[in-house]
Nanobody, 123 residues
């Protein structure tokens, strides 16, 4: 599976962005997908995940209520809608496909990682 995250950019605090994670070469319709981010000098941070059919979503405390994950299996794409962005949300954002149909925050669950997309939030 090749993954490509897109949709990042430079925005102001309070703005919204929607990131996309598209898969090629193979479908991930049977797999959970997670979103992570990593800021310079910091560890990779779990943001949330969505189950294979979109029926279950999990979010970290840092983003719950502001970020929403959804998926369109017909398009082989998963989305991360980010609202009320803050300067501390500035990071590279990555999607990853899990080995499992349902998955949480454990990095070891995730088998395929996409190239990230950079989100910069100015104050």
């Amino acid at each position: 599976v090749q993954l490509q995250a897109s949709g990042g950019g430079l925005v102001q605090a309070g703005d919204s962005l929607r990131l996309s994670c598209a898969a090629s070469r193979r479908t991930f319709s049977n797999n959970a997908v997670g979103w992570f981010r990593q800021a310079p000098g910091k560890e990779r941070e779990f943001l949330g995940s969505i189950s294979w059919n979109g029926g279950t979503t999990i979010y970290s405390d840092n983003v719950r209520g502001r970020f929403t994950i959804s998926r369109d299996n017909a398009k082989n794409t998963v989305y991360l809608q980010m609202n009320s962005l803050k300067p501390e949300d500035t990071a590279g954002y990555y999607c990853a496909v899990s080995r499992f149909s349902y998955s949480g925050r454990e990095l070891s669950n995730y088998q395929y990682w996409g190239q990230g997309t950079l989100v910069t939030v100015s104050s």
